[in-house]
């Protein structure tokens, strides 16, 4: 069965560092999304993206954040620089788009920034 | 404002028995309802939504538009039902923004 993937499992990075968290959504799927999860929170949406462009994102997503589909395959999230807050598990997932709305998830990348 | 609720962060049931796992939400319009469930060490999966009305590994759901509820129920809960679930809830229109809830960890006793 198709999955979503996520590299890396785990990453840590120094506060004010740049990262990429790397996903691959499952392959006739539409639409892309990233969520995050800070510890002991809900699961919240930052951003979904269709057609070659955001078509949503949430106040969370601000311009230390972006997002890319560079090849058919790849959807990246990048943080421009760190902070502490950002620490968190971050979780793509993919769909078919309406009416067909399961999302499906990939494992998510835990983020740790010290 | 979009929000979902689960008031109970644990659940402990003990295996044969009844559970049942409250989902609240805050919506004007019609929205879609799902619970989403997170196995330990596996991803977040669906596992019903209102709108398909089917039973799932023994779950249902019953979406209360007056009550505003969506409360996840299983007659007898068996040890693998252990898991995080989550009630999710998508807008109407055009938005594909899923809102979830904070989680219930359920915990089944042999």
């Known amino acids: 069965e198709p999955e979503v993937t996520q590299t890396p499992s785990h990453q840590v990075t120094q506060m004010g560092q740049e990262v990429i968290l790397r996903c691959v959504p499952i392959?006739?799927?539409?639409?892309f999304y990233w969520y995050r999860q800070i510890l002991g929170q809900k699961v919240e949406f930052l951003v979904s993206?269709?057609?070659?462009?955001?078509?949503?994102k949430s106040e969370i997503f601000d311009d230390q954040f972006s997002v890319e589909r560079p090849d058919g395959s790849n959807f990246t999230l990048k943080i421009r620089s760190t902070k502490l807050e950002d620490s968190a598990m971050y979780f793509c997932?993919?769909?078919?788009?309406?009416?067909?709305?399961?999302?499906?998830f990939g494992q998510g990348t835990r983020l740790t920034v010290v | 404002a979009q929000r979902v609720t689960q008031p109970e962060k644990l659940l402990s049931v003990f295996k044969g028995a009844p559970v049942e796992l409250k989902c609240n939400y805050s919506?004007?319009?019609?929205?879609?309802l799902f619970w989403y469930v997170q196995y330990s060490r596996q991803r977040l999966q669906l596992l019903l939504r209102?709108?398909s009305r089917e039973s799932i590994k023994g779950f249902t759901a019953d979406l209360n538009k007056g009550e505003t509820s969506f409360h996840l129920k299983k007659p007898f809960a068996q040890e693998e039902d252990s898991a995080m679930y989550y009630c999710?809830?998508?807008?109407?229109?055009?938005?594909?923004?899923?809102?979830f809830g904070k989680g219930t960890k359920l915990t089944v006793n042999p």
């Open positions: 993206f269709y057609n070659n462009e955001i078509s949503e």
């Open positions: 919506y004007s319009g019609s929205p879609e």
């Open positions: 999710a809830l998508l807008p109407q229109g055009g938005s594909e923004k899923l809102v």
């Open positions: 392959s006739n799927h539409l639409y």
């Open positions: 209102h709108i």
């Open positions: 997932a993919s769909s078919r788009g309406r009416p067909d709305t399961e999302a499906f």
